[in-house]
């Protein structure tokens, strides 16, 4: 169907809804298969007309088409037979596990046994993992959230839940607008056209159907406001909602200019989130939902451009993040505003620890990807970052300007006068990289973070006249930036690579206190107030604010969205003490609710925080007061045991289960939930075992390096060799000596790394295989980590999953728990077509999309694309010759693949329209590595040649090249791997060789550090960065597997073969790849030579491989290339 065709759809329905045909819509909704109606759909769970629902949903996907669409079935065929068994009608719940739950048993044979085992029960509650169920309506409530994430997740759905935006009786507008053309067309044109029908075309004369006669606005609604001949468009509900009346003041908006301003803007025209946009960006704004007289039907609002996309004939979805999907029976914790599925249980309420800071706290944040890291920033001007789980204070630093002489002469007299200056905020950014500190002093700092104690400064930037109140991050224009505010009265935007100023928005007529970026769809805009209570709202651009509205009591106010970004709030105190936490209506400009609760003089401005989409938390009165965002009235409150000040600082961690309070002595107590408190535990019971062993120092045992004045070097720390660096400068590699073997020996400060040499100093797991063995090619976890997925060099794939069971309630991988070998019922393997090829003389290759849906792979012959629920090929394309040698996903748009080929050439090729947009060529040799990075927007190409090449991901131009140095007395074989891989920080890149492993910096390709082993190692086989980009898992041809500190490349423990091998001296089994799994830092899996994969983890009593390496001289690695380069790794 045309675009013009699936937009006229969405007019019919537009007109049946507003002419309550109600029946009709939803039958359209389905047929036509282009909008899903979830609040359609909400109402049929909820009256659990399950027929219904399933007839709704099979004109959108079918049981079998992905893994979202059977989640969501099998949830919907659960509900029926639960309750079904809760009215104790066994023969329907007998027919219902015949008809609709027999399907998902070739999937799930064991989960299938479950239900059916339920029949057995006096009350299905009986099973634990249903002893949760409470009523029907409760069930069904909590199921209806979980499919709604489910909906939102499919790739099928997508473009299918919201409505496009459309004015009131769209139809009906351009029905009058063709009459009006039609009427200008007459020779004879005449006054109050009479219009009969619409069946043939208007005509003025006496004779025409469609003649001249003044009509009867009640006999023809449609042109009851036509006047002189011109038709103007009316619905049948009156007024458009959407078009405002106008303004007396041009420049205002007349929902959020309750009391405008006198300041001039630049004239613009209204937009419904409550500022005005340019006159050529009409739809730059999401416009509120659009009003109907059926409370039924919800048709929301969307760019029409996001509806015009076309249905893709084949392609690989671009997907959502990870989701885990639980597929046993049981409740469900998810989230809405609609459904009350959390108590106040749910608050991290309960006292767990107290960390004395020195200073007093002023703002704290959680990181956003490690969640028990807390960056706290003080009066005092130090920022400090704590690991909870340890409770140790990892990374810290005083305040001092980095370069004072590049600063203004202002604030060289300020700091002459008092070197000395207070945090006024610290956060995070999005991924976790980097953090940025605004002192009361023109100054911002930004620093990288890369983990544990490895803090990089990164951008120093005089931001402001006098004090930086606010910082955040945001991304105008798909680029990282920071946005500041300050005592001057400006708001200012930066870049945060460069730290060049981009924008700076003038309007304020007092200090900026605070600053609140977000976006709607792809339009991205800063909210900001000032002490004198306005709050304005600004786009990235220089046409001036597009609001002037006052905060409730011209307080001083923080702004901030739930979570998931659909709801506003803000919290302030004014001069005279009261305070207000309201949310706000967007569409309106208008206080929504006013929360009650707060104190009438608070001791400072109270400050807030949300979590969960669900609760708002705030100091105040000496406590923390919790409410639920859809209740005005206070929830519960906590003093976490006395010595909060009156208006604590405060903030949650990203799942809601930690909260950190500042308290009255200089400290910061932390708050946790029932998960938090479990999280905290066994995170701190890890950390203290481990940092046990390196407090007290124990003479060397069976498995340690040998007497302490025993150099490292002697066991099997790399030699001394010399290179010639990549850019011609002769400089040393690795000196081999630790640098306590030079000087006097402080026993106290003893470290060795650690060696495994027994079974019993680790746990590993062979995974059960049945299958023909044959060497292991290619190995990866999937992105959940409950499987692993190996590619033998016989051209099978082979999938683990791991069982979710009391001993594995995660079910994520692990050594503890035997997984299992699975296959589909009928037998399918995923077999890759090998173009009869010799195996030994292909190079397999496969990537994983990111929700583990496809498995794209190759193996000398064609490129397979596999369902891994169903191991059914999906697709072959690109037949040899060349053979495809490496694979990877774009990270933006799955439906793009860099191919790496034999021939030396790297094809993008876009699988939806089966196009090769692109061919790069660079390389001399077959292409061994690919890995994209995001920020940088680049692609980074190894080759057998041992060629680094650097391309643009948008326009493919190669930037720039660097040739791997070989050290000097070692020989690579002549079609040796090179490989890639981003440490998380999206910058610094890993580089395997079996030489050699060498850290770059991209895009220019800096050599940074580079590690050779010992020639007895034999060559490195294989090696990767752990999930945390904190250490690097390296495994040898010798069978041992090194685990080095990626900050230094120094060894933290030596694996050797005898704990996880079987005793063999005639064997030559080694591993060929190795796999991080991608959420547990310390768990890996070796892909073996003889076809086997083993999974190793560490004592749970240790926690961890080894100990990181004592810091030298009390500095971390530097920033610098060059500074890196020459410094002595030991």
């Given amino acids: 169907m045309s675009s013009l065709s699936r937009e ?539 609001v002037d509205y006052d905060a409730p009591g011209h307080s001083s106010t923080t702004m901030a969205y739930s979570a998931d970004g659909t709801r506003l709030f803000s919290c302030g105190t004014n001069k005279e003490g009261e305070s207000y936490l309201v949310e706000w209506n967007e569409s309106e400009g208008a206080v929504k609710r006013t929360f009650i609760g707060l104190g009438k003089r608070a001791g400072g401005i109270v400050q807030f925080d949300t979590t969960k989409n669900r609760f708002l938390a705030a100091g105040d009165e000496f406590t923390i007061k919790f409410w639920e965002m859809d209740n005005i009235n206070m929830l519960t409150t906590t ?16 799942e809601g289960m930690l909260l950190a309070v500042s308290t009255s002595d200089n400290g910061i107590k932390i708050l946790a939930n029932t998960d938090g408190v479990r999280l905290l535990r066994s995170m701190e019971n890890a950390t203290r075992v481990a940092s046990a062993s390196v407090v007290k120092p124990q003479p060397p045992t069976l498995g340690s390096f040998g007497p302490p004045s025993t150099s490292v070097a002697t066991s099997f720390v790399d030699r001394v060799v010399p290179m010639v660096s990549m850019n011609g400068e002769n400089r040393n590699l690795v000196d081999a000596r630790p640098r306590a073997a030079e000087e006097p020996l402080d026993k106290s400060r003893i470290w060795k790394p650690t060696e495994i040499n027994e079974p019993s100093q680790c746990r590993s797991l062979k995974l059960p295989d049945n299958l023909t063995a044959s060497r292991v090619t290619r190995l990866i976890y999937t992105n959940s980590g409950l499987a692993i997925l190996a590619l033998a060099a016989n051209a099978v794939h082979k999938l683990w999953k791991w069982p979710r069971n009391e001993r594995n309630p995660t079910g994520k991988a692990n050594a503890s728990v035997v997984p299992q070998l699975w296959q589909p019922s009928n037998g399918t393997l995923m077999t890759n077509d090998t173009n009869d090829s010799n195996p030994e003389d292909t190079v397999p290759c496969f990537a994983l999309s990111k929700n583990d849906s496809y498995v794209m792979s190759a193996s000398g012959g064609k490129i397979s694309l596999f369902n891994m629920m169903t191991f059914k090929t999906m697709t072959t394309f690109m037949p040899p010759s060349p053979a495809a040698t490496f694979l990877a996903f774009h990270p933006q748009d799955n439906n793009v693949i860099a191919i790496g080929m034999d021939d030396s050439s790297i094809q993008i090729y876009n699988v939806r329209v089966d196009e090769v947009k692109t061919k790069l060529k660079g390389h001399q040799k077959r292409i061994t590595g690919l890995a994209f990075s995001n920020s940088l927007n680049v692609l980074i190409s190894a080759g057998a040649d041992s060629q680094l090449c650097v391309w643009t991901s948008d326009g493919w131009e190669k930037q720039t090249n660097k040739y791997l140095q070989i050290p000097a007395g070692r020989a690579a074989a002549p079609q040796a791997d090179t490989r890639v891989q981003f440490h998380q920080d999206q910058t610094q890149l890993l580089v395997v060789h079996e030489t050699q492993i060498a850290i770059f910096e991209a895009p220019k390709l800096e050599c940074l550090k580079q590690w050779v082993p010992r020639e007895a190692s034999g060559p490195i086989t294989h090696a990767t960065y752990s999930c945390d980009s904190q250490s690097i898992f390296v495994s040898f041809e010798d069978a041992s597997v090194g685990v080095l500190s990626a900050s230094t490349l120094r060894w933290r423990c030596r694996i050797n073969p005898t704990s996880y091998l079987p005793a063999n001296p005639s064997s030559r089994v080694h591993p060929l790849v190795i796999a991080a799994h991608p959420s547990d830092s310390n768990q890996f899996a070796l892909g073996l030579n003889d076809g086997a994969v083993v999974v190793l983890e560490p004592l749970e009593a240790e926690g961890k491989w080894g100990t990181l390496p004592p810091a030298e001289n009390g500095a971390g690695p530097s920033t610098s290339g060059a500074a890196n380069s020459d410094q002595h790794q030991r």
């Fill in 8 to 546: 006229l759809v969405f007019l019919i329905l537009q007109f049946l809804d507003e002419e309550k045909f109600k029946d009709a819509v939803h039958k359209l909704e389905q047929e036509s298969g282009f909008y899903f109606n979830m609040r359609h759909f909400d109402e049929m769970v909820a009256a659990g007309e399950w027929d219904e629902v399933e007839k709704y949903l099979s004109g959108f996907t079918k049981v079998d088409d992905n893994r979202y669409s059977m989640k969501i079935f099998f949830e919907i065929r659960k509900q029926k037979y639960l309750e079904a068994l809760d009215k104790n009608d066994r023969p329907k719940a007998v027919d219902i596990l015949v008809k609709d739950l027999k399907v998902f048993s070739a999937f799930n044979e064991d989960l299938f046994k479950e239900i059916t085992q339920l029949l057995t029960l006096d009350n299905f509650r009986d099973n634990e993992q249903l002893s949760k169920y409470g009523d029907t309506k409760s069930a069904r409530s909590i199921m209806l959230l979980e499919l709604k994430k489910l909906i939102e997740a499919n790739p099928l759905f997508r473009d299918k839940l919201t409505f496009p935006s459309l004015k009131n009786a769209r139809l009906r507008t351009l029905i009058n607008q063709s009459l009006n053309w039609q009427h200008q067309l007459c020779k004879s044109p005449k006054q109050n056209p009479d219009i009969k029908t619409l069946f043939v075309d208007h005509s003025c004369g006496q004779s025409q159907p469609n003649g001249a006669r003044a009509p009867s606005p009640v006999t023809h609604p449609l042109m009851g406001a036509v006047k002189s001949g011109v038709f103007q468009p009316l619905g049948p509900h009156g007024v458009n909602p959407f078009q405002q009346a106008p303004a007396p003041m041009p420049n205002a908006l007349a929902g959020w200019m309750t009391n405008p301003s006198q300041v001039a803007h630049p004239s613009a025209s209204a937009g419904p989130i409550g500022f005005t946009a340019p006159n050529n960006a009409a739809a730059m704004l999401k416009r509120p939902r659009t009003p109907t007289n059926n409370p039924t039907v919800d048709y929301q609002t969307a760019e029409s451009e996001h509806m015009l996309k076309r249905s893709r004939p084949f392609g690989v979805s671009d997907e959502v993040n990870n989701m885990n999907i639980n597929i046993l029976p049981g409740g469900f914790t998810g989230q809405s505003h609609a459904q009350s599925s959390y108590s106040s249980d749910d608050l991290p309420k309960a006292l767990f620890m107290t960390l004395s800071q020195g200073s007093a706290v002023k703002s704290m944040d959680f990181h956003p990807v490690q969640q028990i890291l807390l960056l706290v920033g003080t009066a005092t001007g130090e920022i400090m970052i704590w690991e909870l789980g340890g409770r140790e204070r990892v990374a810290h630093r005083s305040f001092k300007v980095w370069d004072l002489g590049q600063c203004s002469v202002a604030l060289q007299a300020s700091m002459t006068s008092e070197y000395s200056a207070s945090v006024n905020r610290v956060m995070w950014s999005p991924d976790g990289t980097f953090f940025g500190v605004a002192y009361s002093k023109h100054i911002v700092h930004i620093y990288s973070y890369h983990g544990g104690d490895d803090l990089r400064n990164h951008l120093e930037i005089e931001a402001h006249s006098g004090s930086v109140n606010d910082l955040a991050f945001s991304f105008p224009n798909k680029q990282i930036c920071i946005v500041t505010c300050g005592d001057d009265r400006l708001i200012k935007v930066w870049d945060a690579v460069s730290g060049a100023k981009q924008y700076t928005f003038e309007g304020h007529e007092a200090p900026v206190y605070s600053i609140c970026p977000h976006h709607k769809e792809n339009i991205q805009f800063i909210f900001s107030t000032a002490i004198d209570g306005k709050i304005k709202a600004w786009l990235y651009d220089n046409m001036g604010s597009r």
């Fill in 639 to 654: 003093d976490a045991d006395g010595g909060l000040p009156a208006s604590p600082c405060l903030r949650f961690n990203k």
